[in-house]
DNA sequence: TCACACAACTTGTATATACAATTAAGCTTC
DNA sequence: GAAGCTTAATTGTATATACAAGTTGTGTGA
């Protein structure tokens, strides 16, 4: 393996565990380049490639510091409803339906790559901008992984903010859906009527396996998911 | 500027410009370091930083070239429907709805950043896979960056591969949303009763402008969007 | 105590060099 | 003509060095 890659798995693996929590700083290249005996070229094209995905900040006469999660982020990716929510300078809060353990259907259990029955978490959550339900987070949890989550105030701390503080994604993927809504979702939506909705369903993996298996529903009238590319970038 | 920015540029309006096309050799690092008068390496840290934004692959031994357009698309980005279809090992065919030269309506015109009332290119197409349509293509084409678009034949070549060889691409934004169908996009889509659809609006830029505005319906009951995300590079 | 200067550290840009690994073209030989 | 060898070109990795530019903390002087 290269030394330039050497040095870039040594600081992912402090990154993903956790070790080195958002804005913690990294080495910096001098002492890379000592640490692992190469120049100095070398220790910063490490950090650099590390930069250029996003799981680190560089800022010149200051140093190297961990990403925050969301600039981890490109385009459509994974979002935190409350700060989209508050970005648009609107209100956010958030209402908890359920949260409990349950038994793991097929389903989920397949998505969450358990075996069946085996006990998981279940939280149902509604999250409002101003005074409108924009999105129904259905949510199981692999219980090995964050054994705590259920008894956190998801009023407070979005589901996705808690568990990327516990156990920082690694991996995720996404499907999205134009479905009409069940009875129950209507319900938590406020919809008086059936109305096409946008639905996210989406996996996410930390280093220790699947960590969550989400379903997020959006009514059609209230949301729009939308990006930007740009193939220019000088 | 800095050196290897200004080199990047150059090299940047070679693509964008079209005078490179897809699979084009593209000047090697020294070749670029006595055009520029600069270190071999300060030339390559240009052609690396094109390579990483995906406008340019490099081949150890044999050179750089071009990058081919659906390359150039990260997450979820501008995907072909039929290299879709076709990558599915489904058949793919193309009808022709309509294919003429219109007054702008006002949204129209807003989005392709003409005068209102001025003329523009219209066409709608479905597209199919194997024999259900997947998606209808509604599509406003910019008639002075791109005069001869009503004289293709859309059964052939998909509207998406024509406008990005004659007008290489820069720039695109998109917005996703569950919509109810209108009764037209109902009909094309060949759907008995009103089903959730996926609408995908987009606009795209090349240098010279807005290129085309377009609205993408896909039936909810035979179209999920998919993507996956990787935050491990090394 | 406050303000300013300075030193130390960090990242950013650029150069010159060396060697490795791979590709592609041309040439020789059979 | 085909197979194999040689050679040149190209990208990949790595080092040592130099200076520029921005940040931060320290200490001096008023």
Same mark, same amino acid.
């Given at each position: 393996?290269? =030394?330039?890659?050497?040095?870039?798995?040594? $600081?992912?693996? =402090?990154?993903?565990?956790?070790?080195?929590?958002?804005?913690?700083?990294?080495?910096? #290249?001098? !002492?890379?380049?000592?640490?692992?005996?190469?120049?100095?070229?070398?220790?910063?094209?490490?950090?650099?490639?590390?930069?250029?995905?996003?799981?680190?900040?560089?800022?010149?006469?200051?140093?190297?510091?961990?990403?925050?999660? =969301?600039?981890?982020?490109?385009?459509? !990716?994974?979002?935190? &409803? !409350?700060? #989209?929510?508050?970005?648009?300078?609107?209100?956010?809060?958030?209402?908890? *339906?359920?949260?409990?353990?349950?038994?793991? /259907?097929?389903?989920?259990?397949?998505?969450?790559?358990?075996?069946?029955?085996?006990?998981?978490? *279940?939280?149902?959550?509604?999250?409002?901008?101003?005074?409108?339900?924009?999105?129904?987070?259905?949510?199981?949890?692999?219980? =090995?992984?964050?054994?705590?989550?259920?008894?956190?105030?998801?009023?407070?701390?979005?589901?996705?903010?808690? $568990?990327?503080?516990?156990?920082?994604? /690694?991996?995720?993927?996404?499907?999205?859906? !134009?479905?009409?809504?069940?009875?129950?979702?209507?319900?938590?939506?406020?919809?008086?009527?059936? #109305?096409?909705? $946008?639905? &996210?369903?989406?996996?996410?993996?930390?280093?220790?396996?699947?960590?969550?298996?989400? $379903?997020?529903?959006?009514?059609?009238?209230?949301?729009?998911?939308?990006?930007?590319?740009?193939?220019?970038?000088?």
């Amino acid at each position: 393996m290269a =030394k330039f890659s050497a040095i870039k798995q040594h $600081l992912y693996r =402090k990154i993903a565990s956790g070790e080195w929590p958002e804005h913690h700083p990294v080495s910096s #290249e001098n !002492a890379l380049s000592q640490q692992f005996s190469v120049s100095r070229m070398t220790a910063r094209r490490a950090l650099q490639e590390l930069a250029d995905e996003g799981l680190v900040i560089r800022s010149k006469g200051s140093g190297t510091y961990v990403a925050p999660i =969301k600039s981890q982020t490109s385009f459509m !990716a994974i979002r935190n &409803i !409350a700060d #989209e929510v508050r970005e648009r300078g609107h209100k956010y809060h958030a209402v908890v *339906h359920t949260m409990r353990q349950e038994q793991a /259907t097929a389903n989920v259990a397949e998505f969450l790559q358990l075996p069946a029955n085996t006990p998981v978490y *279940h939280s149902v959550i509604t999250h409002y901008e101003n005074h409108d339900p924009v999105q129904v987070e259905e949510r199981w949890v692999n219980p =090995k992984i964050v054994p705590k989550y259920t008894s956190q105030d998801f009023t407070k701390v979005t589901p996705h903010e808690y $568990l990327s503080s516990v156990a920082p994604l /690694t991996e995720a993927s996404h499907q999205i859906e !134009a479905i009409a809504p069940v009875e129950h979702v209507m319900h938590w939506l406020k919809l008086e009527k059936p #109305e096409p909705c $946008l639905r &996210i369903q989406r996996r996410t993996w930390s280093e220790s396996g699947v960590v969550t298996y989400a $379903l997020l529903t959006h009514p059609g009238s209230r949301f729009v998911l939308g990006g930007h590319l740009t193939f220019k970038k000088n």
